[in-house]
């Protein structure tokens, strides 16, 4: 007589086979779905940079500073404040005026500092930090004379750091070691404020949920990896802490080392441990 259905043995082995082949395929999905990011982040970046070289085509090929003091409180800048302060404007605002796209200043991946403060819900820092090296602030420009870099100042802009995935808005490698303002970290950088890497400072911090600092500056994102967009606009990842000891990349201009880089050997002598 023939046979009907299955036997509980043959079902029990197909759902067998059907469990090791999910078990295979679900890390590839994340591992896929984290390639996506990755890839997004590389997309934003590369545009946040793009939109900083049209910028100089405007302006004499002068980069813009980090943030301009004194601004005129009832104008909004591009894209909307991003810091916490009406008076100030940043790097973003520059940038947004070509870009004309607020998501690309989140990396999925990262942590996105959000300012709650006089009442605001702006992006405020965003997840990518330009270089302090090339867009120079008020006060450095106060205390040393020197104003953002123009590209021919940079001896090989596809050397020089320009924007990278970053805890604060701006980045520099002597701050990064000897952070005075929170979030001011590279994620997933082993030399961050050790001991606790950065860990005063997303402790200090008033603005956003600490976990979430905590896990970006020490987990990282893109495992362990951080994309850098150079001064040609050229996007590469890298791992964070080789990131911090090319004394080039973070010195475009040439000569002697800023002070707080000659100063700090993670500036200058990696790799670390
Ligand atoms: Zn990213």
Redesign the pocket.
């Known amino acids: 007589m023939r046979r009907k259905g299955f036997t509980l043995i043959e079902l029990l082995v197909v759902i067998a086979i059907i469990a090791i082949l999910a078990a295979i395929l679900f890390p590839v999905f994340a591992q896929a779905r984290a390639a996506a990011r990755s890839t997004m982040?590389s997309s934003n970046i590369r545009q946040l940079g793009l939109g900083l070289l049209m910028y100089l085509q405007d302006y004499d090929e002068r980069f813009p500073p980090p943030y301009t003091e004194n601004q005129p409180t009832n104008v909004t800048p591009p894209g909307g404040y991003f810091f916490f302060l009406t008076s100030i404007w940043t790097w973003q605002n520059f940038s947004m005026a070509y870009v004309k796209n607020e998501k690309i200043h989140e990396?999925s991946?990262?942590y996105s500092e959000r300012a709650t403060r006089n009442g605001l819900k702006a992006r405020a820092h965003g997840?990518y930090g330009a270089s302090l090296h090339i867009l120079r602030s008020p006060i450095d420009q106060a205390v040393t004379g020197r104003a953002p870099e123009t590209v021919a100042a940079l001896i090989a802009p596809a050397d020089a750091y320009l924007l990278m995935?970053s805890g604060f808005y701006t980045t520099d490698c002597p701050r990064m070691q000897n952070a005075v303002v929170h979030s001011f970290y590279l994620p997933g950088a082993k030399q961050n404020n050790r001991p606790g890497r950065g860990q005063a400072y997303w402790q200090a911090s008033t603005v956003g949920p600490a976990s979430d600092i905590a896990r970006d500056a020490v987990s990282g994102?893109?495992n362990g990896g951080?994309?850098v967009c150079f001064a040609d606009g050229h996007v590469k990842k890298m791992q964070p802490d080789s990131v911090l000891w090319k004394p080039d990349s973070w010195n475009p201009t040439g000569g002697a080392l800023p002070a707080g880089v000659a100063a700090n050997p993670t500036c200058v002598a990696g790799p670390f441990q």
């Open positions: 982040c990396c991946e990262g997840s995935d994102r893109h951080i994309h």
